[in-house]
């Protein structure tokens, strides 16, 4: 009988001490937790305020000899005298001569007025940093994100401007700063194309019938002309027509050697939208449009719904619809959308648009078939990398029922747009 009892308590006082145990690694792993949960708190709120506001970026392309680096040294002239800039340069030699020459620029006329070369990152000066030996949209796309990732790591700088080689192209150079490794510290502004004005007269080059030209005018948000002191009234006002006749349109279509400065709000424009008059058939029948319009950066979100802008009149309806640059559409459904819906329509009197697929970026063009009666969609690749666009204009009096409510058919349109877009990245 004691031994019985004597085991019994044994036993309670192995489950005993077992249960302590127990507790004692309960506590334990429950302090480890919250002091990682106070770790982790602790690291978000640090991280909340290390986190840096993005860089505006500017790209400044343009062909050799167009003017590049006096732009940028006109518009570094123009930044605030409390501020420090940064400048990347690109050039495809091996030896850096924009640097020097920009170097040059800084400390000579133009830098005597605001500012000086400053390569240690003192506050209010300008900081040089080249990238040789390439062209940053393709064989040097790693030492250029490099280049640009240590600039504002190191000199923090109120605006970073970027100068592609003549021979680069300017949509790549974006695709670089939209990388996962750069496009969380930079906020992409207006790419500027500068342009010699002086190609639109009788001393043109030729470089205006170049893929290069068309692409770099293409991707930018503001044309700059260049030796507007040197060029005619006629080739300045063809310069000008040359600009406007852009889709979507150029925010800003400058003059750049006027007073021999530019103007620094151009650095911060956007691509406007503007109505569909100038494109739609019969110009007396043209539409009512409401002004060009800047598209406001909180409306377009990455896979969020599309911005739409509406335009009638008694005998044409537009929509246009604008997605999020990392917006990504299925070629083949995009191209079973215009084939099996927008060319059967006999409604449609004309479409545009730039849609992102994959890396590449494409305008929908129609091709005919050799009997002349059937056509289909081809895609060309373009430069434009603002956001993904499509605007359709119909012909009212037509189909009576699209008529009656043209609301659901722009939705319609919406949605079939949505069902070409890829899922959101996870």
């Not at 250029?144 to 300017?170: C, H, K, N, W």
Request: charged share 25%.
């Amino acid at each position: 009988m004691r031994c019985g009892a004597v085991v019994a308590a044994a036993a309670r006082a192995r489950d005993e001490d077992e249960r302590r145990r127990r507790d004692a690694t309960a506590r334990r792993v429950m302090k480890v937790r919250q002091l990682a949960l106070i770790r982790i708190q602790k690291s978000h709120v640090t991280s909340a305020r290390a986190m840096p506001t993005p860089t505006p970026v500017n790209v400044v392309t343009g062909a050799l000899g167009a003017g590049k680096t006096t732009t940028i040294a006109r518009a570094l002239a123009m930044r605030p005298a409390n501020e420090t800039w940064a400048v990347v340069v690109n050039e495809f030699g091996a030896l850096g001569i924009d640097g020097a020459l920009l170097d040059d620029a800084i400390g000579g006329d133009v830098g005597a007025r605001a500012l000086a070369s400053d390569r240690d990152g003192a506050h209010g000066g300008v900081v040089v940093r080249e990238v040789n030996g390439g062209c940053v949209c393709c064989a040097t796309a790693a030492p250029f994100t490099l280049a640009v990732t240590q600039v504002i790591r190191r000199y923090a700088p109120a605006r970073v401007l970027v100068e592609p080689s003549g021979m680069g192209d300017a949509g790549r150079v974006i695709d670089a700063l939209r990388t996962e490794h750069l496009k969380s510290s930079v906020d992409i502004r207006a790419t500027l194309c500068v342009v010699d004005v002086r190609e639109f007269g009788a001393r043109e080059s030729g470089v205006r019938t170049s893929a290069l030209f068309a692409a770099q005018c293409e991707c930018a948000d503001a044309l700059v002309g260049s030796f507007a002191d040197c060029a005619t009234a006629d080739e300045i006002a063809a310069f000008e027509a040359f600009g406007r006749g852009f889709w979507p349109k150029k925010a800003a279509v400058v003059i750049g050697a006027r007073a021999n400065v530019i103007d620094a709000r151009i650095l911060d424009v956007e691509c406007g939208w503007e109505g569909a008059s100038d494109d739609a058939p019969h110009a007396s029948n043209a539409m009512n449009p409401s002004g060009p319009f800047v598209l406001p950066r909180p409306t377009l979100v990455y896979h969020g719904e599309p911005w739409m802008l509406k335009n009638v009149t008694s005998e044409y309806a537009s929509c246009g619809y604008a997605f999020h640059a990392d917006d990504v559409f299925v070629r083949p459904l995009l191209k079973e959308f215009f084939d099996a819906f927008v060319l059967r329509r006999v409604d449609v009197a004309r479409f545009k648009g730039i849609m992102r697929v994959g890396a590449d970026w494409v305008r929908p063009d129609i091709v005919h078939g050799d009997d002349g009666a059937s056509h289909s969609i081809a895609f060309t690749s373009v430069a434009y990398r603002r956001d993904s666009r499509f605007e359709l204009i119909r012909t009212r009096g037509i189909d009576a029922d699209t008529d009656a409510d043209e609301d659901a058919f722009w939705n319609l349109i919406r949605e079939k747009l949505l069902a070409c877009r890829k899922p959101p990245r996870v």
